[in-house]
Structure formats: C-alpha cells, structure tokens
C-alpha cells in the first residue's frame, strides 16, 4: 500500500460531502499523522541462549536498512531487550499473556501441528495485539533459532515472516551449518529483507520487477527477491549485495527513501 494510495481512499467518501477546502485541511492532517505513526523505535528480542554472533548480524542488519531509508540518523531509536521478561512473567497458570519473549514462543508452539517448528504467523499475530503497543507502538524484531513454519500459507518451512508497519519474526535456524563469516552476512541479508517488508516492500502501486511468491516480492538483483532454496539463495543474494554494495535496487531503494517522508 503506497501513502498516496492510502490518503486517496481514505479521503473519497469525505470529499463528496464536504467542501474543497476542509477537505485539504482532512488530508493534511491525516498525512501529518501517519507520519509520526511510521517514525517510531524498533524493539528487537530474542529466544534465551541465541547465538551472541546471530545477535550482532541481526543489528547490522536493522541498522543498514535504517541507513538505505536516509532518515535523519538517531530519528528512529534501536531498542535491544535481549530476552526480554516483564517481571513477574510466572504465575500459578505458568507463563503470563505477553509478558515474555519465553511466553511468544509458547504460543508459536501451541498453534503449531508439528514436531519441532513453530508457527511463526501465530507469533507475528500476538505481536500485533499486544497491549504494550498501545503504550508505545513499534516496530518488532523477534528472533528465534527454533525452525519456523508460516500457518497461514503452504510450506515446508519459512525463515521468516513480516507484516507493514508491526514487525517480524525471524529465524537463524537455517543458516546453522555455514560457515561463521557467510552465516553472519546471511543474517544480515535475511534480517534486510524481513524488515524491508516491515517498512512497505513491495507496495501495491508496484507494477514492475515484482512477483508473487509468497507475497510480493522484487524480481531486480534486490535483497527484496524470494529464495526459496535456503540456504543457497540467500547465499546468492549475499554475494550480490556485497559486491554490488547496493543491497537494495533502484525501485526497492525509492521506496525505502519514501517511508518515512
Ligand atoms: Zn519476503
Ligand atoms: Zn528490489
């Protein structure tokens, strides 16, 4: 969904009742308001005992999209919550609604019907709801090296899953078996493209270089292209983005610069 998009339809029905001018000033509003709406931190955490390294590639993977967005640098906080418990988060019934990353992935387990994958749309769905973003709204970076499956949609397995404007849920467990230096660029591809999801790619206006795999997805020499072989894709992705240093392609790249604008 592109902003212009956004305020054209919101703005339809109001425009045949009232005048121009109150209409200009609706919209204006509006548009002032969802900006602030996008501008706001990103809080990542994480299952207890994830690799210190894994860790460190996912924030260099937050922080290279947030330097391909050209906003001011410091607008959008990084909060790192590591495992992140709000005591007390144990109670007689066990592990309290929303109260620990521990209690996120219980649920991924509970609406999972199978042996060692947890459904990874259950967890990005209780992210969403979450009271706290109601306080504070957020971005979220969830990171698991639990395998992960997506409910919603015919998989074997996905590495991850995005939703505009909430967040992702990413997993490191696929990349295990390579070698330390290529896993960490991998994460950091694989953690560029999840959050480019959460921060509008591909938007719905896009009619070139984009496919439907698993949601839209770029077709250009873009970290936004679907690899379904993994990990050898996302290898292939990796040494792309960094020979070419530009992790991003033009179209990709525009619309990043765009999202907080
Ligand atoms: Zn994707
Ligand atoms: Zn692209």
Not at 84 to 107: A, C, F, M, N, T
Not at 146 to 167: C, H, K, M, R
Request: glycine share 6%; hydrophobic share 35%.
């Amino acid at each position: 969904m592109t902003k212009e998009f956004f305020y054209a339809n919101i703005n339809s029905s109001f425009l045949q009742t009232t005048q121009r001018g109150a209409a200009m000033n609706f919209s204006l509003r509006k548009r002032r308001r969802e900006k602030v709406e996008r501008i706001k931190p990103i809080y990542i955490m994480h299952q207890a005992g994830l690799d210190e390294q894994d860790l460190s590639s996912v924030l260099d993977g937050i922080r290279l999209v947030i330097q391909a967005t050209k906003i001011t640098p410091g607008l959008i906080q990084v909060k790192n919550w590591g495992v992140w418990r709000q005591e007390p988060y144990l109670d007689q019934y066990g592990l309290k609604p929303y109260h620990s990353v521990d209690w996120y992935l219980q649920r991924g387990q509970e609406e999972s019907n199978r042996r060692n994958q947890l459904n990874a749309d259950t967890i990005i769905r209780e992210l969403y709801f979450e009271p706290w973003r109601k306080a504070q709204d957020h971005y979220d970076v969830f990171i698991t090296d639990d395998d992960l499956y997506s409910g919603d949609d015919n998989n074997n397995f996905v590495i991850g899953v995005a939703q505009e404007l909430t967040g992702t849920v990413v997993s490191t467990a696929r990349f295990k078996g390579l070698g330390s230096h290529i896993r960490h660029e991998c994460i950091v591809t694989e953690i560029m493209h999840e959050f480019g999801h959460v921060l509008g790619l591909i938007p719905d206006s896009r009619t070139s270089s984009v496919e439907y795999s698993l949601g839209p997805h770029c077709t250009n020499e873009c970290v936004m292209r679907q690899g379904l072989s993994v990990p050898n894709d996302w290898i292939r992705f990796t040494e792309d983005r960094i020979r070419t240093r530009r992790p991003f392609c033009r179209e990709c790249q525009g619309h990043l610069e765009n999202w907080f604008r």
